[in-house]
């Protein structure tokens, strides 16, 4: 079925079902960012394939909510189609709910699968909607009924995470689950989030494309614990040794009815953006649900040092790998057909080189020149663009290795650029070495240090609208909460690993990114307390030929000098005498003569 074709079958079956308007959305049971295929309704239904957004339809319209990274995207994708892209966020922009409740009348029924919503989400929007005397009902999957062809659950084996990488025996982190749960008010915790239940069992899967996940549950009392998943997925050997760790397997399917029969009184912890709200609904009345935070998130984020040496090692071998790509790059470009798929492969084909590793992270990011300009743009065959001797190529690409997960942003001039396109590439360095240079103290919020990364930026009358980094995980997810910048209210500590991605975008024209690894280490203690900084862990020459130096001050500059001079010598051992000439002249210091020049 094309498009319109599909949004007319579902209203046939909400005309069955006496439903007004259906809601549909990127997420799974277990709120993953990237879902399995069987959960990709939203990109079944719309057209729209990036990673986050949700659809409306009525009776006679059809909209799809996208946040500022998939503005574009979205309206190149569902062009053809009766999809209305809302651009959340923007101030003439009407918000999901307050635009149902206009569209809308008293009386009026809007459902959705309550089973991929969480009840977070659920409880937010039913108490806006239930004033206006609309209905909400969570129990109908109505893209099931239409998907004939709609893949199943997925079903891959689930591997081993071994202490040599973890750092941390899973009964280690057990016990410490375990011995939190009194300070929580609670006797039981559910885990829903799947990079949560591997870090605890130090289980990988392949579950998810790029993400090393096994969908499944884990239930964690003092007196016992439970892993719901399909035994089948578990070979024998790691099934012995979660056994050994004190852990009951159980059916996936068999959450829900454990959940119907806690015994009265019992305390259970789940946090509401984690758990579906059709979960939520099997526990009963007369067991008291305690709706804080899952304590696992922040102690995921904070990396024992054999994570962060990892993730050191993950970033030169990812290091390596961009090195010896962008000398393809600049012996290719004018000389044989280069794309932006055949950067995206050229890439992967040279990380897949590396030691340890086991697949991407995420599908690469390779915009030429205007496709730049869209935050997460992927390349289709379709918009597959030649890149040509001019202008700005950006490369966001990442590997997981079994030591460390990377993330990597670098924009490289292929070609003659324009005055403005310099401007703008040396005004984002400035705000990467703002960040990479921040020095703060205990408690400080990721969020309070969202400003660094703008303000160069903003005093040139230019702006960014997605936040300046996020968490990252080992050998998990690329995007790891809850430490981040942007909105992020979590505190920063010692071990955390983040990125540093301020960028710029001119719709039409070029984008602009430059992001590296980071991670927060000790700086100081005195009188006043103890300091943190970033130590930054990416190790790839960050393109100079866009650079004016004229608009970098001259701890900027001394910054781009040392962070160049740490590339050389950790790259040094794993090059070859070509690569090594190449790297050497591609980090070839910028003078500090230029201030005197400038004076």
């Known amino acids: 079925m094309k498009i319109d074709e599909r949004i007319d079958a579902l209203r046939k079956e909400m005309l069955k079902n006496k439903i007004d308007a259906y809601i549909i959305s990127s997420q799974d049971p277990h709120q993953t960012e990237n879902v399995a295929p069987r959960y990709q309704a939203r990109k079944w239904i719309s057209g729209f394939t990036g990673s986050a957004g949700t659809v409306v339809i009525t009776k006679d319209k059809a909209g799809v909510w996208v946040d500022s990274r998939y503005y574009i995207q979205a309206e190149d994708e569902t062009a053809n189609s009766e999809f209305k892209v809302f651009r959340a966020g923007m101030a003439d922009v009407p918000e999901l709910d307050e635009w149902i409740v206009s569209n809308l009348s008293n009386g009026d029924t809007v459902a959705l699968d309550g089973m991929v919503f969480s009840r977070k989400w659920c409880r937010s929007f039913g108490a806006k909607i239930t004033p206006k005397g609309m209905k909400l009902r969570r129990d109908i999957d109505l893209v099931d009924k239409i998907w004939s062809d709609r893949p199943g659950l997925p079903d891959a084996k689930v591997k081993d995470h071994p202490l040599e990488y973890a750092g941390k025996s899973r009964e280690d982190k057990l016990f410490e689950i375990r011995e939190v749960l009194p300070d929580l008010n609670a006797d039981i915790h559910l885990i829903c989030m799947l990079d949560d239940i591997a870090w605890t069992l130090n289980i990988r899967g392949d579950d998810m494309e790029h993400q090393p996940l096994a969908t499944s549950f884990l239930l964690i ?13 578990v070979p024998a050997k790691l099934a012995n040794d979660i056994k050994l760790a004190g852990v009951q397997i159980k059916e996936y399917d068999a959450i829900a009815i454990y959940l119907k029969n806690i015994q ?20 009963p009345k007369q067991c008291k649900v305690v709706g804080g935070e899952s304590p696992v998130p922040l102690m995921k984020s904070c990396k024992n040092d054999v994570e962060v040496e990892g993730a050191f090692d993950a970033c030169t071998k990812d290091g390596v790998a961009m090195v010896k790509f962008l000398i393809w790059l600049e012996e290719s470009v004018g000389k044989i057909k280069v794309t932006e798929i055949s950067c995206a492969e050229k890439v992967a084909e040279l990380r897949s080189q590396m030691d340890l590793f086991q697949d991407v992270s995420f599908n690469s990011v390779v915009g030429y020149q205007e496709h730049a300009a869209l935050c997460h743009y992927s390349a289709t065959e379709e918009s597959n663009a030649e890149v040509k001797s001019k ?15 990377t993330d990597m942003t670098r924009t490289i001039a292929v070609g003659e650029l324009t ?21 703060f103290p205990e408690g400080t919020r990721g969020g309070d240090l969202e400003v660094l990364a703008k303000i160069p930026l903003w005093q040139a009358g230019r702006q960014y609208l997605h936040g300046a980094g996020h968490g990252i ?94 590339v050389l010598c950790v790259l040094d051992p794993y090059l070859n005498e070509k690569e090594m000439k190449w790297l050497k002249k591609a980090t070839k210091p910028i003078k500090l003569a230029v201030f005197s020049e400038r004076k």
């Open 419 to 439: 005055e403005l396109q310099k401007e703008d590439y040396t005004l984002v360095l400035k705000a990467h070495i703002n960040m990479a240079l921040a020095v």
């Open 221 to 233: 009392s003092q007196n016992e614990i439970i892993w719901f998943i399909n035994p089948e997925k």
């Open 391 to 405: 202008g700005l190529l950006l490369i966001d690409s990442g590997g997981q290795y079994l030591d460390g997960t």
């Open 264 to 283: 009265a009184g019992q305390r259970l912890l789940v946090a509401p953006g984690d758990i579906s709200q059709g979960l939520f609904d099997a526990i």
């Open 473 to 566: 995980g080992s050998y998990l997810m690329v995007h790891e909460g809850p430490a981040g910048f942007g909105r992020s209210e979590t505190s920063l500590k010692e071990g955390m690993i983040l990125t540093n991605e301020p960028g710029l975008y001119r719709e039409g024209k070029h984008g602009i990114r430059i992001e590296n690894m980071v991670t927060v280490t000790l700086c100081d203690t005195t009188e006043f307390g103890t300091f943190f900084e970033f130590e930054t862990m990416g190790m790839c020459p960050i393109d100079l030929t866009p650079v004016l130096p004229e608009l970098l001050s001259e701890e900027e500059i001394e910054w781009l000098n040392f962070y160049h001079q740490d």
